[in-house]
């Protein structure tokens, strides 16, 4: 049996699975289930609007009262004031080359891992995989001390690869490429591979990645996200002069701007460009979140 | 990065001979090129997970000071002592613990009642789904700041919106309560959505069936969402309660720059908002600390295993329980 046929089938078998999906529960909703959602969405959105009406107002307009409710035409100014006081592009092209390769190390490293413990058999997967599990529940900060050791040791300290490296290991990732390839990925396709005598690097690189794409896409959009907005461990790492936008944006705060507008201004510009991704691909965000959390 | 490249080459190699080597590179390349696969996550992991993770608690017997950590003093387990001896820390603690049950307890029920209704055929579906989770996007320092604005004592919004009905000013930054009131609202409004989308999900696996069946024997919309829809939940919601305590232990950016940052990591005029993760960093960086920091980080290890396996623990006897009260219905009936 071809590939071809192989996965046409698979999706097939995946729509009628879908067609039937068990919870989808056809109840139709009261105005009041209506009316619940969209005060709740109105709260969660509240903040972003207010944002942006103030990073478009002077200061003495959103500390008057009553305050400014609607967006005015100052924004220029603003930008040209947090400019002055932060090297906000900088921190921009900074953000986006750390969230750039932690991103692509990480998938890369996660979808090699993921399909070693989806589809082969080796001794002492059983206990390496637990290992990766057992891990997600480390949460990466409690090693900062000997990190910060480390880093200043080889004198990394404000340099890239100091907030690069130690953020590319996600046992998440491998779990999330694991359970993504388990369904995804039919037994028979590897066997066909290993059967027309195909070594595992040809298998990974003809058949198993085709397959992951999706799923790949989808943990990079993710790892971009955490990427772009990781506070705790930057912030020790580096400073001021040379900053990701989370460390621009901590200085912004703490330093001595009194002015609101823009401190306000720069938190828009450092949230733009991932809520910019995330309206364009939102869609894929949270199916890919829902997928990663339930199926363990 | 380069680490990443190397593995695929390993394989590489054999795979250049001759067809007669077919048969001994096939079994050659089944039993150790897997090991080369996770490999690169591994060697990662050992290095920036794993082995700082040890070294803690290692430093964390020893005198260090963030200006020269090459020098190193033995102190047992002194900085622990030192822990258990200064009134901050106990503060720090009982704050985290504070913030961590505001913070998660309402946000968790508000996720289950969102879930719930996004369950339902809405129109406009894709479009709750991913205005939920828009603040999930936001940094910690981005929504950290706009809700530092929105606080404010003399000119916030909130302030402001109470007065016109009539509720006196708060003071959202010395007060304790209220203090720790703001922190919760900027967790709680970062983490709703997702956990909404992630009790969806669970949602939508459980079997249709179960729900006509248990309309047929006259339970009521509630009674289906309490004995059906919960009961089916239970693994989804540990997971959450896992995460969000994880989560809620090491709280920091959101009290960092809960005043703009101009506290510092003191948590407040009167640390009346200091988690431990404010804490850790205030021993390492404000008074150059780094073994005491370590002994933090690792009583914060020790707390989020001790919590994990309680949570985990409890659910697995309640589950039990209603294994063993569910036979002695059967047998009753």
């Given at each position: 049996m071809t590939a071809a046929t192989l996965t046409a089938r698979l999706r097939r078998t995946r729509q009628a699975r879908r067609a039937a999906a068990p919870g989808a529960r056809h109840l139709r909703p009261g105005w009041l289930a209506y009316t619940v959602l969209i005060a709740a969405t109105a709260v969660f959105a509240f903040p972003f609007y207010w944002t942006v009406v103030a990073a478009t107002q002077p200061n003495t307009a959103i500390n008057a009262?009553?305050?400014?409710l609607l967006p005015g035409g100052r924004l220029t100014g603003n930008i040209k004031e947090v400019l002055a006081e932060t090297d906000l592009g900088k921190a921009l092209l900074n953000s986006l080359i750390v969230a750039g390769s932690v991103t692509v190390g990480t998938v890369l490293c996660s979808t090699l891992a993921g399909f070693a413990f989806a589809k082969l058999r080796f001794r002492g997967r059983h206990a390496l995989l637990a290992l990766t599990i057992g891990t997600m529940m480390i949460p990466p900060q409690l090693g900062v001390i000997p990190l910060f050791i480390v880093i200043a040791k080889l004198h990394w300290v404000n340099q890239l690869q100091s907030v690069i490296l130690p953020t590319l290991v996600s046992a998440f990732g491998v779990f999330f490429m694991r359970q993504y390839l388990l369904q995804a990925l039919p037994d028979e396709l590897v066997e066909a591979g290993r059967v027309d005598g195909a070594s595992l690097l040809r298998i990974f690189l003809r058949i198993v990645l085709p397959v992951a794409r999706p799923g790949m896409a989808v943990l990079g959009m993710l790892t971009f996200m955490a990427a772009w907005n990781d506070f705790f461990w930057p912030v020790i790492a580096l400073t001021g002069d040379n900053p990701t936008v989370q460390v621009a944006l901590n200085a912004l705060g703490n330093g001595?701007?009194?002015?609101q507008s823009v401190i306000l201004t720069g938190a828009l510009l450092g949230t733009l460009p991932v809520l910019l991704v995330f309206t364009l691909l939102g869609r894929q965000i949270v199916s890919g979140i829902v997928q990663g959390s339930v199926k363990g | 990065m380069t680490q990443t490249a190397t593995p695929p080459r390993f394989t590489v190699g054999p795979q250049r001979r001759g067809a007669g080597h077919v048969r001994r590179r096939g079994r050659w390349d089944v039993k150790y090129s897997p090991y080369a696969f996770v490999a690169p996550f591994f060697v990662l992991f050992a290095a920036f997970g794993l082995f700082p993770l040890i070294y803690t608690a290692y430093i964390s017997l020893y005198r260090v000071e963030l200006t020269d950590p090459g020098q190193r003093v033995w102190a047992g387990l002194g900085n622990y002592a030192g822990l258990l001896h200064d009134p901050f820390f106990w503060n720090a603690l009982r704050n985290t613990f504070t913030i961590g049950a505001i913070s998660t307890i309402p946000q968790l029920l508000m996720a289950l009642g969102l879930a719930h209704l996004l369950?339902?055929?809405?129109?406009g579906r894709t479009f709750f789904r991913v205005a939920m989770m828009m603040p999930y996007a936001t940094s910690v320092a981005a929504a950290t700041l706009v809700f530092a604005q929105l606080f404010?004592?003399?000119?916030?919004l909130i302030n402001w919106a109470l007065g016109l009905v009539g509720v006196h000013r708060i003071d959202w930054q010395n007060g304790t309560w209220a203090s720790q009131v703001g922190i919760s609202t900027i967790v709680t409004w970062r983490w709703t959505g997702y956990n909404a989308l992630i009790y969806l999900a669970g949602m939508q696996s459980i079997p249709a069936e179960l729900y006509e069946s248990a309309a047929i024997d006259g339970a009521s919309r509630w009674q289906q969402f309490r004995h059906v829809t919960i009961r089916g939940l239970r693994p989804t919601i540990i997971f959450t309660v896992i995460v969000s305590t994880i989560g809620a232990t090491q709280l920091f950016g959101e009290p960092l720059l809960?005043?703009?940052?101009?506290?510092?990591?003191?948590?407040?005029v009167s640390h009346q908002y200091q988690t431990l993760g404010l804490y850790l960093y205030d021993q390492g960086w404000?008074?150059?600390h780094l073994g005491r920091a370590a002994a933090v980080a690792w009583v914060m290890f020790l707390i989020i295993v001790v919590l994990v396996t309680l949570n985990t623990g409890i659910a697995r006897l309640r589950s039990c329980d209603e294994r063993a009260l569910g036979r002695k219905g059967r047998a009753l009936r």
């Amino acid at each position: 049996m071809t590939a071809a046929t192989l996965t046409a089938r698979l999706r097939r078998t995946r729509q009628a699975r879908r067609a039937a999906a068990p919870g989808a529960r056809h109840l139709r909703p009261g105005w009041l289930a209506y009316t619940v959602l969209i005060a709740a969405t109105a709260v969660f959105a509240f903040p972003f609007y207010w944002t942006v009406v103030a990073a478009t107002q002077p200061n003495t307009a959103i500390n008057a009262v009553p305050p400014a409710l609607l967006p005015g035409g100052r924004l220029t100014g603003n930008i040209k004031e947090v400019l002055a006081e932060t090297d906000l592009g900088k921190a921009l092209l900074n953000s986006l080359i750390v969230a750039g390769s932690v991103t692509v190390g990480t998938v890369l490293c996660s979808t090699l891992a993921g399909f070693a413990f989806a589809k082969l058999r080796f001794r002492g997967r059983h206990a390496l995989l637990a290992l990766t599990i057992g891990t997600m529940m480390i949460p990466p900060q409690l090693g900062v001390i000997p990190l910060f050791i480390v880093i200043a040791k080889l004198h990394w300290v404000n340099q890239l690869q100091s907030v690069i490296l130690p953020t590319l290991v996600s046992a998440f990732g491998v779990f999330f490429m694991r359970q993504y390839l388990l369904q995804a990925l039919p037994d028979e396709l590897v066997e066909a591979g290993r059967v027309d005598g195909a070594s595992l690097l040809r298998i990974f690189l003809r058949i198993v990645l085709p397959v992951a794409r999706p799923g790949m896409a989808v943990l990079g959009m993710l790892t971009f996200m955490a990427a772009w907005n990781d506070f705790f461990w930057p912030v020790i790492a580096l400073t001021g002069d040379n900053p990701t936008v989370q460390v621009a944006l901590n200085a912004l705060g703490n330093g001595y701007v009194h002015d609101q507008s823009v401190i306000l201004t720069g938190a828009l510009l450092g949230t733009l460009p991932v809520l910019l991704v995330f309206t364009l691909l939102g869609r894929q965000i949270v199916s890919g979140i829902v997928q990663g959390s339930v199926k363990g | 990065m380069t680490q990443t490249a190397t593995p695929p080459r390993f394989t590489v190699g054999p795979q250049r001979r001759g067809a007669g080597h077919v048969r001994r590179r096939g079994r050659w390349d089944v039993k150790y090129s897997p090991y080369a696969f996770v490999a690169p996550f591994f060697v990662l992991f050992a290095a920036f997970g794993l082995f700082p993770l040890i070294y803690t608690a290692y430093i964390s017997l020893y005198r260090v000071e963030l200006t020269d950590p090459g020098q190193r003093v033995w102190a047992g387990l002194g900085n622990y002592a030192g822990l258990l001896h200064d009134p901050f820390f106990w503060n720090a603690l009982r704050n985290t613990f504070t913030i961590g049950a505001i913070s998660t307890i309402p946000q968790l029920l508000m996720a289950l009642g969102l879930a719930h209704l996004l369950n339902y055929r809405l129109r406009g579906r894709t479009f709750f789904r991913v205005a939920m989770m828009m603040p999930y996007a936001t940094s910690v320092a981005a929504a950290t700041l706009v809700f530092a604005q929105l606080f404010g004592r003399d000119y916030g919004l909130i302030n402001w919106a109470l007065g016109l009905v009539g509720v006196h000013r708060i003071d959202w930054q010395n007060g304790t309560w209220a203090s720790q009131v703001g922190i919760s609202t900027i967790v709680t409004w970062r983490w709703t959505g997702y956990n909404a989308l992630i009790y969806l999900a669970g949602m939508q696996s459980i079997p249709a069936e179960l729900y006509e069946s248990a309309a047929i024997d006259g339970a009521s919309r509630w009674q289906q969402f309490r004995h059906v829809t919960i009961r089916g939940l239970r693994p989804t919601i540990i997971f959450t309660v896992i995460v969000s305590t994880i989560g809620a232990t090491q709280l920091f950016g959101e009290p960092l720059l809960y005043e703009g940052g101009t506290r510092g990591p003191s948590g407040g005029v009167s640390h009346q908002y200091q988690t431990l993760g404010l804490y850790l960093y205030d021993q390492g960086w404000s008074f150059f600390h780094l073994g005491r920091a370590a002994a933090v980080a690792w009583v914060m290890f020790l707390i989020i295993v001790v919590l994990v396996t309680l949570n985990t623990g409890i659910a697995r006897l309640r589950s039990c329980d209603e294994r063993a009260l569910g036979r002695k219905g059967r047998a009753l009936r």
